[in-house]
């Protein structure tokens, strides 16, 4: 089993920056995909970004040049840097971990919410 513990999250005003946190509770970032996610209310879970074992990044368009995911090894910590944040930027942020090949992602975090005022 591995737990994951976002932390970070916060109210930020629209052009600021916010760094997300996620506290893994043993060492898995050389076997696993990790992903941040999040969700709006009334909408449905969205993917944000992924990094693999092997350091492959990918974005969504929606946040692509503004939002870089990364991780702290020794730490066991994923990280989610957001700059240039939008309204539409507002949502509880998950982070998740899979092993590759794996269709879904089987462990999940509580969230921390991002609140983007205008």
């Known amino acids: 089993q591995v737990q994951l513990v976002e932390s970070g999250g916060g109210l930020v005003q629209a052009g600021g920056s916010l760094r997300l946190s996620c506290a893994a509770s043993r060492s898995i970032f050389s076997t696993h995909t990790m992903a941040w996610y999040r969700q709006a209310p009334g909408k449905s879970r969205e993917w944000v970004a992924t990094?693999?074992?092997?350091?492959?990044?990918g974005y969504a368009d929606s946040v692509k040049g503004r939002f870089t995911i990364s991780r702290d090894n020794p730490k066991n910590t994923l990280y989610l840097q957001m700059n240039a944040l939008k309204p539409e930027d507002t949502a509880a942020y998950y982070c998740a971990a899979k092993l590759p090949r794996t269709p879904s992602y089987n462990y999940w975090g509580q969230g921390t919410q991002v609140t983007v005022s205008s």
């Open positions: 990094i693999t074992s092997g350091d492959n990044t």
